[in-house]
């Protein structure tokens, strides 16, 4: 068997299992110091008091039969069956009055017949005395005392340590079964985070349970899958953009070859592409600017609400230089526009909100072919404004349209140099409308076409 093999089999008790023990032990500790005063507190002390009473009850009728020798006797006789007490009654100076003891107990010392007066004084050093002596009177000069002859106490049994021993063997066996309840799932958790640490994505700590342990090991599960779809979604944001960059600067590459050999003409001809080519990439480094700062200023997260520069914004003026770049970005497009006569202003932020309607607008051109139109629509809607932005393009299957606004998704996954994109614009755009106060709702058919509706509150509030 391989040394691996024998850690397996034979491992040493955790620290948890230690933990579990001790705690067992500190649990029967208590237990006995809750049974002890219990005991003391329940049963001893109401014996002891009812033990007083009763020698209490009986000395005073002893001390009333005195001078009645015969009913004295009778009296101690009766304590003897009832009680098991064993009396001797003997005057002030140590005479005999009565028995009932084979052998009377003996008198007590002149010093010891004085310290009957004072019951507060501490009984005289040496081993507790095997007898209890009680004045006649109780209050005043003593007459006579009596002594009782008290039980030994009885030695401890001979199995008290068989039973700790038992106890002891009970508490370690329930703390090892509790323990072994504990142990294995905390350390499998503790393998599946150094796992997943290490670089092992798709490792899960899979196991379902009814307790504590069951909810850290879903929420760890959960929190896994979200880590391990932000870091793709990076690497798919990283491929992206290298693909878009690619095929631009291969053009521009292209296009100085050709001017540097000396073919002006051909590399004029190029210069539309460039341009064209150069705009997008223009595009898309703002859009990855602005989501890293959104990001920043929203402490790292994708769902977070970005900050806000709020100002007037004349809605009529925002519209029409969306129009504008729209027109001279897509000039194989029709643009149809449908505004209301007067449309309330907003308090916004010109720039991302202008984003906003740039992102719609563009995918509804990107999306559609050329010579199909796009409609912008902006009406009053109630206490607000709503926007519509629709094409006539391919559309959206079922399946992609609940996903279409998260980040890095791209509806159509070929690459294609006319949809390129790193699936950023639709969220931005839903970040920027809901911290707006609005909503961004899509309705699509696959080859009938998208409708993007935005809705915004009058006056926009953080």
Same mark, same amino acid.
């Given at each position: 068997?391989?040394?691996?093999?024998?850690?397996?089999?034979?491992?040493?008790?955790?620290?948890?299992?230690?933990?579990?023990?001790?705690?067992?032990?500190?649990?029967?500790?208590?237990?006995?110091?809750?049974?002890?005063?219990?005991?003391?507190?329940?049963?001893?002390?109401?014996?002891?008091?009812?033990?007083? *009473?009763?020698?209490?009850?009986?000395?005073?009728?002893?001390?009333?039969?005195?001078?009645?020798?015969?009913?004295?006797?009778?009296?101690?006789?009766?304590?003897?069956?009832?009680?098991?007490?064993?009396?001797?009654?003997?005057?002030?100076?140590?005479?005999?009055?009565?028995?009932?003891?084979?052998?009377?107990?003996?008198?007590?010392?002149?010093?010891?017949?004085?310290?009957?007066?004072?019951?507060?004084?501490?009984?005289?050093?040496?081993?507790?005395?095997?007898?209890?002596?009680?004045?006649?009177?109780?209050?005043?000069?003593?007459?006579?005392?009596?002594?009782?002859?008290?039980?030994?106490?009885?030695?401890?049994?001979?199995?008290?340590?068989?039973?700790?021993?038992?106890?002891?063997?009970?508490?370690?066996?329930?703390?090892?079964?509790?323990?072994?309840?504990?142990?294995?799932?905390?350390?499998?958790?503790?393998?599946?985070?150094?796992?997943?640490?290490?670089?092992?994505?798709?490792?899960?700590?899979?196991?379902?349970?009814?307790?504590?342990?069951?909810?850290?090991?879903?929420?760890?599960?959960?929190?896994?899958?979200?880590?391990?779809?932000?870091?793709?979604?990076?690497?798919?944001?990283?491929?992206?953009?290298?693909?878009?960059?690619?095929?631009?600067?291969? *053009?521009?590459?292209?296009?100085?070859?050709?001017?540097?050999?000396?073919?002006?003409?051909?590399?004029?001809?190029?210069?539309?592409?460039?341009?064209?080519?150069?705009?997008?990439?223009?595009?898309?480094?703002?859009?990855?600017?602005?989501?890293?700062?959104?990001?920043?200023?929203?402490?790292?997260?994708?769902?977070?609400?970005?900050?806000?520069?709020?100002?007037?914004? @004349?809605?009529?003026?925002?519209?029409?230089?969306?129009?504008?770049?729209?027109?001279?970005?897509?000039?194989?497009?029709?643009?149809?526009? @449908?505004?209301?006569?007067?449309?309330?202003?907003?308090?916004?932020?010109?720039?991302?909100?202008?984003?906003?309607?740039?992102?719609?607008?563009?995918?509804?051109?990107?999306?559609?072919?050329?010579?199909?139109?796009?409609?912008?629509?902006?009406?009053?809607?109630?206490?607000?404004?709503?926007?519509?932005?629709?094409?006539?393009?391919?559309?959206?299957?079922?399946?992609?349209?609940?996903?279409?606004?998260?980040?890095?998704?791209?509806?159509?996954?070929?690459?294609?140099?006319?949809?390129?994109?790193?699936?950023?614009?639709?969220?931005?755009?839903?970040?920027?409308? @809901?911290?707006?106060?609005?909503?961004?709702?899509?309705?699509?058919?696959?080859?009938?076409?998208?409708?993007?509706?935005?809705?915004?509150?009058?006056?926009?509030?953080?």
């Amino acid at each position: 068997m391989s040394t691996s093999q024998r850690g397996v089999s034979f491992r040493r008790p955790g620290r948890l299992l230690l933990r579990i023990y001790m705690v067992g032990l500190a649990q029967l500790v208590l237990v006995s110091l809750v049974l002890f005063a219990a005991r003391t507190l329940v049963l001893e002390r109401p014996l002891k008091h009812g033990f007083a *009473r009763n020698v209490r009850y009986n000395v005073q009728e002893w001390a009333a039969l005195r001078h009645d020798p015969a009913a004295l006797q009778a009296s101690l006789e009766r304590a003897a069956r009832s009680l098991d007490a064993r009396v001797t009654l003997r005057d002030a100076s140590g005479g005999l009055i009565a028995t009932n003891m084979a052998q009377p107990a003996p008198p007590l010392s002149a010093t010891e017949v004085e310290a009957l007066t004072e019951p507060q004084r501490p009984p005289p050093p040496g081993p507790p005395r095997p007898f209890l002596a009680v004045p006649i009177p109780e209050r005043g000069p003593v007459e006579a005392y009596a002594i009782i002859l008290m039980r030994p106490p009885e030695p401890p049994p001979e199995n008290t340590a068989f039973i700790v021993c038992a106890v002891l063997v009970c508490t370690a066996i329930t703390s090892l079964a509790f323990a072994r309840t504990l142990a294995p799932p905390l350390q499998r958790l503790a393998r599946v985070a150094r796992d997943f640490g290490a670089g092992k994505l798709d490792t899960r700590a899979g196991f379902r349970r009814d307790d504590e342990l069951g909810e850290v090991a879903e929420a760890f599960d959960e929190m896994a899958g979200r880590i391990t779809h932000l870091l793709r979604s990076q690497k798919e944001l990283l491929a992206n953009v290298s693909h878009e960059l690619r095929t631009p600067l291969a *053009r521009i590459r292209v296009a100085l070859d050709v001017a540097s050999e000396g073919d002006a003409a051909t590399a004029r001809e190029m210069l539309s592409d460039i341009t064209e080519d150069l705009s997008e990439l223009e595009r898309l480094v703002e859009d990855v600017l602005t989501t890293a700062r959104l990001d920043l200023s929203t402490g790292g997260t994708l769902a977070g609400t970005p900050p806000l520069r709020l100002e007037h914004v @004349d809605t009529r003026a925002l519209v029409d230089k969306a129009v504008s770049r729209f027109r001279a970005n897509r000039p194989g497009h029709r643009l149809e526009v @449908d505004l209301d006569a007067t449309l309330p202003a907003l308090e916004a932020d010109p720039v991302l909100l202008r984003r906003v309607l740039d992102n719609l607008l563009d995918n509804a051109g990107k999306y559609s072919e050329p010579g199909t139109t796009v409609r912008l629509l902006a009406r009053v809607d109630g206490p607000g404004l709503r926007f519509e932005v629709a094409d006539e393009g391919i559309g959206i299957d079922a399946g992609d349209l609940a996903r279409v606004g998260t980040p890095f998704f791209r509806t159509d996954r070929s690459r294609a140099r006319k949809s390129g994109g790193v699936g950023l614009g639709l969220a931005l755009a839903r970040r920027i409308v @809901d911290a707006h106060g609005g909503t961004l709702a899509l309705e699509s058919r696959p080859g009938g076409g998208t409708t993007a509706r935005i809705t915004l509150p009058a006056s926009a509030v953080p």
